[in-house]
Nanobody, 121 residues
């Protein structure tokens, strides 16, 4: 079965840094866009950053110039380097990927379980 497993969440002080990682596992034919979303308490889930299979990136305005998304296609991983963290970055962060499994050969959107990021002031 295909799944996304996240790691790297935690507690950090404002101005600090944190790196989130997400690994896709299973029998995978290909992965298109990989992305990080986040959902703060009482807020709608929002796209933080995405990266295409060829490395094209986009970021939410709120994290531009502070966060960097990257991926390793050979390892089927995506990471989010978060610098200059602010309390408003506090949220559950979710890994997302559009994957074609070899079992179905049909594209499907997958989500990780979420990892908590808490930024203290």
């Amino acid at each position: 079965q295909v799944q996304l497993v996240e790691s790297g969440g935690g507690l950090v002080q404002a101005g600090g840094s944190l790196r989130l990682s997400c690994a896709a596992s299973g029998s995978i034919f290909s992965i298109a866009t990989m992305a990080w979303y986040r959902q703060a308490p009482g807020k709608q889930r929002e796209l933080v950053a995405s990266i295409s299979s060829v490395g094209l990136r986009n970021y939410a305005d709120s994290v531009k110039d502070r966060f960097t998304i990257s991926r390793d296609n050979a390892k089927n991983t995506v990471a989010l380097q978060m610098n200059s963290l602010k309390p408003e970055d506090t949220a559950v962060y979710y890994c997302n990927a559009y994957i074609v499994p070899r079992s179905t050969w049909t594209p499907q959107n997958y989500w990780g379980q979420g990892t908590q990021v808490t930024v203290s002031s």
